[in-house]
């Protein structure tokens, strides 16, 4: 019998890619199980054809290619690159339902900022941000229409809010798994913080509320490089 490992695909944007390797090491270095990481990188992504002219990231639409990167089987959590994990992530891990097509943290909230990260408007629509972390069950048959083709066609409307799916299957997590800094108030309870209008590390947000998590991330980050 091997070891049990978790699986997750994070996020990346150039732009901001330091936010990724933070968010890895604040993962790696408090998980008590092995972590396989994939990083959810555009250009590496020869089988998918990006069609979207809107989004305010790289991987707005590439979570959605989670269930097909994983053959259709098993289990795999996505997560924005812009988070920082405050907690084991084999906590999260745990909670899989396997009579869920996904299960994510059902916000229901407007936002207190018209612009974020790089001038990008920050509308308000339903279910907004029950995206940016997902506990993908990959081999659930509502899934597999989630063809690379399929997902570069659909719309941010379709994709965003799971309409490709019954709402019984949709999953509810804890709130503090996805804890929406400088949205939500300060809580010292959060176990992953998701700095969803802009992460520390662009200068407009480099002092935001509960920052100083992120910076502290980012110095351990750095301790390992002899920075």
């Given at each position: 019998m091997g070891f049990e490992k978790v699986k997750l695909m994070v996020g990346f944007d150039q732009r901001e890619a330091i936010a990724y390797h933070v968010f890895c090491q604040s993962v790696i270095e408090r998980a008590?199980?092995?972590?396989?990481?994939?990083?959810?990188?555009?250009?590496?992504?020869?089988?998918?054809?990006?069609a979207h002219e809107d989004g305010?990231?790289?991987?707005?639409?590439?979570?959605?290619?989670?269930?097909?990167?994983?053959?259709?089987?098993?289990?795999?959590?996505?997560?924005?690159?812009?988070?920082?994990?405050?907690?084991?992530?084999?906590?999260?891990?745990?909670?899989?339902?396997?009579?869920?097509a996904v299960m994510v943290v059902k916000h229901d909230y407007k936002t207190k900022a018209a612009v974020k990260y790089f001038g990008n408007k920050n509308r308000d629509y339903p279910r907004k941000?029950?995206?940016?972390?997902?506990?993908?069950?990959?081999?659930?048959?509502?899934?597999?229409?989630?063809?690379?083709?399929?997902?570069?066609?659909?719309?941010?409307?379709?994709?965003?809010r799971f309409?490709?799916?019954?709402?019984?299957?949709?999953?509810?997590?804890?709130?503090?798994?996805?804890?929406?800094?400088?949205?939500?108030?300060?809580?010292p309870r959060a176990k992953l913080i998701h700095y969803t209008l802009g992460t520390p590390c662009l200068e407009d947000y480099r002092n935001c509320e509960m920052a100083e998590q992120w910076h502290q991330a980012f110095k351990r980050t750095l301790e390992g490089m002899g920075g």
């Open positions: 008590s199980l092995p972590v396989q990481i994939l990083p959810l990188a555009i250009h590496s992504l020869s089988a998918y054809q990006e305010s990231n790289h991987f707005v639409y590439t979570r959605f290619l989670c269930p097909s990167l994983m053959d259709y089987s098993g289990w795999v959590i996505y997560a924005d690159g812009d988070m920082v994990c405050l907690a084991d992530i084999a906590e999260l891990w745990a909670l899989r339902n396997p009579s869920k941000n029950w995206s940016s972390l997902i506990l993908w069950n990959c081999g659930h048959p509502d899934n597999r229409m989630l063809t690379p083709d399929l997902v570069s066609k659909s719309t941010g409307d379709f994709l965003h309409k490709w799916l019954d709402d019984a299957v949709i999953g509810e997590l804890p709130v503090n798994w996805n804890w929406l800094a400088s949205e939500y108030p300060p809580d």
